[in-house]
Nanobody, 128 residues
Framework: QVQLVESGGGLVQAGGSLRLSCAAS????????LGWFRQAPGKEREIVAS????????YYTDSVKARFTVSRDNAKNTVNLEMNNLKPEDTGVYYC?????????????????????WGQGTQVTVSS
């Protein structure tokens, strides 16, 4: 079993930046494909970005490309999401998730149904 804990959320003005972190604990003898999701009020949870076990492959949803960067440090069992030029529509609860079933080092899973372990979420609010 692996546990995920997010941190780094907060309130920021439009155009500002935030850095989210997710720390994994428990069964961390191997790395996992990790993803960042967000859920705005009244909307479904959507994927924002993901990163493969090796860190060499990433995926971004179109709305965050060129603004967000996902990275990981396997030695520290952490994954980060650097968010720049934030917009009010980026507001939501951000969740870190793990796709436990992926064995390939090079797959960055893109669908919510692939992920089976979730953190508790951290709130990001972008004011206009």
């Amino acid at each position: 079993q692996v546990q995920l804990v997010e941190s780094g959320g907060g309130l920021v003005q439009a155009g500002g930046s935030l850095r989210l972190s997710c720390a994994a604990s428990g069964r961390t003898e191997r790395s996992y494909c990790l993803g960042w999701f967000r859920q705005a009020p009244g909307k479904e949870r959507e994927i924002v970005a993901s990163i493969s076990r090796s860190g060499t492959h990433t995926y971004y949803t179109d709305s965050v490309k060129a603004r967000f960067t996902v990275s990981r440090d396997n030695a520290k069992n952490t994954v980060n999401l650097e968010m720049n030029n934030l917009k009010p529509e980026d507001t939501g609860v951000y969740y870190c998730a793990a796709d436990i079933g992926v064995t390939s080092q090079f797959i960055a899973s893109m669908t919510r149904s692939s992920y089976d372990t979730w953190g508790q979420g951290t709130q990001v609010t972008v004011s206009s």
